[in-house]
């Protein structure tokens, strides 16, 4: 019986189906198509350069393997590549492309027509740390949903977050703004929901960058005089995640570039991630028209984690690293340690590298030196949120009350101090600090500091207001 390179493939795929998973099997085998066999060589026809290479890097072995089943240790394997020219018509041509030198799967080479092009794999602009044609999504797989813990504070984020892996560009959560302070897991947040994406479509161009990088490289674009091409390789993303969006501000140019790419991407259903360290109401210098669409998705908060998922952070860190250690010692550190996941781990992290360097045992009065060491380090990385809270705590009301426009004394009081103190103890302009107490303006916010100092000498219990305060956000 003659056979015919329909059914040589039908044996390799048979082969192939039963020793991989379905979806895997369901996107990168099931759209092939035998096309002819020759003496050895098997042709088959496959949708892109991108896919071919795919099949090269991950499935090499097992095609190796299902092929020389069926033609014997001389098998070859030859690739078409079906591409679409740059009218829109379909125009196959065949290409035989040398495996690399780990497969033992060859080919030979012939000449491809140059009139050829396809917008799907064109990448003019090669981005430094980008492989030309095949994008590297810059993620990194440490960074999980397995290993971001939920808790009250982030629920709404992580959920929303999953929502966008499972279904990226489909659901109402486009784009993505994931915000909150230092440390709290923005970052990790943003890489699990890139991981999740490629590992359940790995067939989506998922790419990760910082809003610092995304704007050097638009700077560079401009200076090679190609910024068409920077355009049209941002326009080629599936999932576009842009860390630390609040770097885009007062940068008019790069935002005008961001905003056409954003509209293209979203009008053509591809999914954007953003992470910024506030809300979109409490950015300064966006434009109008880029925080607008910002605000057409979910704009989720990671808040300060409370007690019980500080615990549950450390237990799930002590876990992944084989360490045990007594409840009262993790109860300590969680109960000290308050603001932050990131210095959360990085205490944990010293106890372990104290007690094995020096071989002490872990107990409380280790512990009180390592978070005593970090308390003091980061105590002057106090935010305009946690200003607000101290402030509104001491004088018994909430923070909406704090941001009210009522004129009453006592109120009027607590939000200039915490004007004051926002100043005193952040980095933050007084527009911003302005904008975030209340959405007041600078001149209200340097006209409560000239407050804040002329009471401070004149009235000794608004003094105490100020040295109490500044104790409690001192410690």
């Not at 000449?111 to 990448?123: G, H, M, V, W």
């Not at 397995?146 to 982030?154: K, P, T």
Request: hydrophobic share 40%; charged share 25%.
């Amino acid at each position: 019986m003659s056979r015919t390179a329909q059914s040589v493939w039908n044996n390799c795929l048979k082969f192939i189906q039963d020793n991989i998973q379905p979806q895997a099997y369901k996107t990168w085998f099931e759209p092939i198509v035998a096309v002819k066999l020759t003496d050895n060589a098997l042709s088959i026809q496959v949708p892109s350069k991108f896919f071919y290479e795919w099949l090269e890097e991950h499935y090499v072995k097992i095609l190796k393997v299902a092929l020389t089943k069926e033609l014997g240790e001389s098998a070859k394997l030859v690739y078409i590549i079906k591409m679409e020219n740059t009218y829109g018509n379909k125009q196959p041509f065949t290409e035989k492309i040398p495996s690399s030198n780990r497969s033992a799967v060859k080919s030979q080479d012939v000449d491809i027509p140059l009139n050829n092009k396809s917008p799907e794999l064109r990448n003019p602009f090669v981005i430094p740390g980008i492989r030309n044609v095949k994008i590297e999504s810059q993620l990194n797989p440490n960074y999980s949903f397995d290993n971001f813990l939920e808790g009250d504070s982030n629920r709404l984020a992580r959920s929303a977050g999953l929502a966008v892996a499972n279904k990226p560009g489909g659901t109402s959560f486009n784009p993505l703004l994931i915000f909150g302070g230092v440390g709290l897991g923005k970052t990790h947040l943003a890489h699990a929901i890139g991981v999740d994406i490629k590992d359940k479509y790995p067939e989506k161009t998922v790419l990760y960058i910082s809003a610092e990088k995304f704007t050097q490289q638009y700077i560079d674009a401009i200076k090679k005089n190609n910024r068409n091409d920077f355009i049209h390789f941002y326009q080629i993303i599936d999932v576009l995640i842009i860390d630390d969006v609040q770097f885009l501000s007062g940068k008019s140019g790069t935002q005008d570039v961001f905003f056409h790419i954003f509209n293209h991407l979203h009008q053509n259903g591809k999914q954007v991630v953003l992470t910024s360290d506030k809300a979109p109401v409490d950015m300064q210098d966006i434009e109008q028209r880029l925080l607008s669409r910002f605000k057409w998705g979910l704009s989720a908060e990671l808040q300060t984690p409370d007690f019980e998922t500080r615990v549950s952070i450390l237990k799930n860190k002590l876990y992944r690293d084989g360490v045990e250690m007594p409840e009262e010692i993790i109860d300590y550190v969680a109960k000290n340690i308050k603001t932050n996941v990131r210095e959360l781990e990085g205490a944990i992290i010293s106890l372990i590298a104290q007690s094995s360097f020096n071989k002490k045992e872990i107990t409380i009065d280790l512990a009180r030196v390592i978070v005593e060491k970090f308390v003091k380090n980061t105590k002057r990385e106090v935010s305009i949120d946690y200003i607000q809270k101290v402030v509104s705590d001491y004088f018994q009301m909430d923070i909406d009350t704090l941001q009210s426009k009522t004129r009453k004394r006592h109120i009027v009081q607590a939000r200039q101090l915490a004007m004051f103190f926002a100043k005193k103890f952040t980095k933050a302009s007084l527009a911003s600090i302005g904008s975030q107490i209340g959405k007041r303006d600078h001149a209200t916010v340097l006209h409560a500091c000239k407050t804040v100092d002329n009471l401070s000498s004149t009235d000794k219990q608004f003094r105490k207001y100020v040295e109490d305060i500044t104790k409690k956000l001192s410690v």
